[in-house]
């Protein structure tokens, strides 16, 4: 169907996308959060050209973030259609998915999660708004580290989450509260709740609506328990993807959800599976080899995105980031002094990031400002260049 200027429908999408913008900035993010997703859904879907229609002859894929994005695309190629979520330079600790993307979400089968932190807040209310939906948690069993000390910060969500948790106890279980609370759907909980989906299919009325109501606020309070359990910690780190040998997991476990939902090209996925597995590791050796002289050095950087990179090749990350803002004069005269202490040349930022406290403190010590980008879309060129730059950084000291 084709849609020309001037046209009803064309005029309708124009008012609608119009209508979409100007609910977002009159509500803001989190008001605009609270609305149910079927209304978000159904006005996005009138703003969506017709062009944009899914093709049926691709598997519709959704992730949350671009390197795991190249990899479907390496394993499945033109079999998928890969839809990213967090587009590069965006930030994925305060993404929301928008109206558009709601909408296609709505019809996606398949979403590969990895456990970034909106997934936590978003999955269960798009599973809701799509029942068919499979989510496969491609983290789920791995070992995963704990943001420490110097590297401690919190997400956008995540922190306000919680304190419209402790707001809702204050108020006495006051009701918009109560409905911020259906949005903290734990990891644990999603799984049990979409394995309910699959069993009994979705659930109406108003009592299906209170008990799961019931249900989900229970979840909350013990995903709240599980975190008090795990303080010590810190919180987790989601950038698993960045250390070459987690990804190789992350990879075969993709590439076994891949194959038996396109069991017509589950010889070509394995084929890509075993090829890209074989990079993978190559990459490994190359980086262990390029960094092996610099283990045990420290190297600074404005978000603590490279944890998992840092404790495969024994270096070791300081964060400029102190939970989740910008540091104090005070804690920026200790990062300086530290800093100075450690002859550190090289302050590296990404572009998802305010760099103004990096760059500060790169005047201060006279230092070159590098960038690692732990969302860049070609991941092989993206680690090898972080290698480098590390590398480059640890001479440049040296050299001082």
Not at 155 to 176: L, R, S, T
Not at 178 to 196: N, P, R
């Amino acid at each position: 169907m084709s849609m020309h200027a001037g046209s009803p429908l064309a005029s309708r999408q124009v008012l609608c996308e119009k209508l979409l913008s100007r609910v977002q900035r009159t509500l803001g993010p989190r008001a605009a959060r609270a609305l149910p997703l079927s209304v978000l859904g159904a006005l996005a879907a009138f703003a969506t050209p017709a062009a944009h229609a899914q093709d049926s002859a691709s598997l519709h894929v959704a992730v949350s973030v671009p390197p795991i994005a190249w990899m479907v695309d390496q394993l499945a190629g033109e079999h998928v259609e890969v839809i990213t979520l967090v587009k590069p330079g965006d930030s994925p600790h305060a993404y929301d998915p928008t109206p558009r993307q709601v909408a296609e979400l709505s019809t996606v089968p398949l979403y590969l999660a990895i456990g970034v932190p909106f997934e936590q807040v978003w999955l269960p209310r798009l599973v809701k708004n799509n029942a068919e939906m499979q989510v496969v948690h491609l983290e789920e069993g791995l070992n995963t580290r704990h943001f420490g000390s110097g590297e401690a910060h919190d997400h956008g969500h995540d922190e306000a989450h919680e304190q419209e948790h402790d707001e809702h106890h204050d108020a006495h279980h006051d009701d918009d509260h109560t409905d911020d609370h259906a949005d903290h759907d734990g990891h644990d909980e999603h799984h049990d709740e979409h394995a309910d989906h699959e069993a009994h299919g979705e659930h109406e009325g108003h009592e299906e609506h209170h008990d799961e109501h019931h249900d989900e606020h229970a979840d909350y309070q013990e995903h709240g328990a599980q975190h008090d359990e795990d303080e010590d910690l810190g919180e987790a780190d989601p950038h698993l993807w960045l250390d070459p040998q987690r990804m190789q997991t992350v990879v075969e476990r993709a590439a076994e959800v891949l194959e038996a939902r396109l069991p017509q090209h589950a010889s070509e996925i394995d084929a890509n599976e075993q090829r890209l597995l074989k990079t993978l590791s190559e990459l490994d050796a190359q980086i262990a080899q390029t960094l092996a002289p610099y283990k045990g050095r420290n190297f600074l950087i404005f978000h603590p995105s490279f944890g998992y990179f840092a404790d495969r090749y024994s270096l070791e990350q300081h964060a400029i980031e102190v939970s989740g803002r910008e540091p104090t004069p005070r804690e920026m005269a200790t990062l300086i002094t530290r800093a100075k202490d450690e002859n550190i040349g090289t302050i590296f930022v990404s572009g998802q990031f305010s760099q103004t406290a990096a760059k500060r403190i790169a005047s201060s010590l006279e230092a070159e400002v590098a960038v690692l980008d732990p969302l860049a879309e070609d991941y092989l060129d993206n680690l090898k260049h972080a290698t480098e730059a590390l590398k480059a950084g640890f001479e440049l000291t040296d050299s001082q």
